[in-house]
């Protein structure tokens, strides 16, 4: 059975903001090995649009080499998209769900195949409240943003994970692997 992966960038006060993190080399090396690990992401509309500047950096490369690596890692992986409002995705390697994003990751995960990623926080929080997630990754920056969305601020229950690694980047970033217990309780 394939892993469900939530992973997301945040800062020290919890706050998920692609513009407030510190994106360097080693991060994007951490994100393009992470991608390459999987088979799809599920993302939801807004998070998706905002994605989609990668594909700018197909037809433009940057010139960066570990964004234009991401860029094309990025490419690759096939995406689900989970929108009311989108006709079409506007990439070929990406695909508009038919069906509701639990229903979709149950079904994902009882495939064969490598694991499954989440890149939406609002969808992070869905799967959440109906315990879906095996494995969270956050990606804490150095950094207080004093405003904007709280990643759990929308969850109401609590949710219980074991830590099973960390790593250290150079920037001060830290990103912390949790596994999820099933339960509320802490033990499996």
């Known amino acids: ?8 960038n945040i800062t020290i006060d ?14 994007h090396q951490h994100y393009i090995d992470l991608l390459y690990s999987a088979d799809v992401m599920l993302y939801g509309r807004k998070t998706y649009e905002l994605m989609q500047y ?8 940057t010139g960066i080499r570990e964004q234009d690596d991401f860029a094309h890692a990025i490419d690759r992986i096939r995406k689900v998209v989970f929108s009311r409002h989108l006709k079409q995705t506007g990439w070929e ?9 639990e229903v979709l990751a149950v079904d994902l995960k009882q495939q064969s195949g490598r694991d499954i990623l989440i ?8 799967f959440l409240q109906l315990h879906l997630i095996d ?9 207080i943003a004093g405003s904007g969305r709280l990643l759990f ?9 074991r830590l099973i690694k960390t790593k250290a980047l150079h920037s001060g970033a ?6 999820s217990t099933g339960n509320d309780e802490g033990t499996r």
């Open 174 to 179: 830290v990103i912390l692997y949790y596994q």
């Open 135 to 143: 494995e969270l990754q956050l990606c804490v920056h150095p950094v």
């Open 14 to 27: 919890g706050v998920v903001d692609h513009t407030a993190g510190l994106p360097d080399e080693e991060l």
């Open 153 to 161: 601020e929308d969850l109401k229950d609590r949710h219980l994970f």
């Open 54 to 61: 990668w594909q700018t950096v197909l037809t433009h490369p």
């Open 119 to 126: 890149g939406s926080p609002g969808l992070i929080i869905r």
């Open 93 to 101: 390697t990406a695909t508009l769900a038919t069906e509701p994003p």
């Open 1 to 8: 059975m394939r892993k469900l992966i939530a992973a997301v």
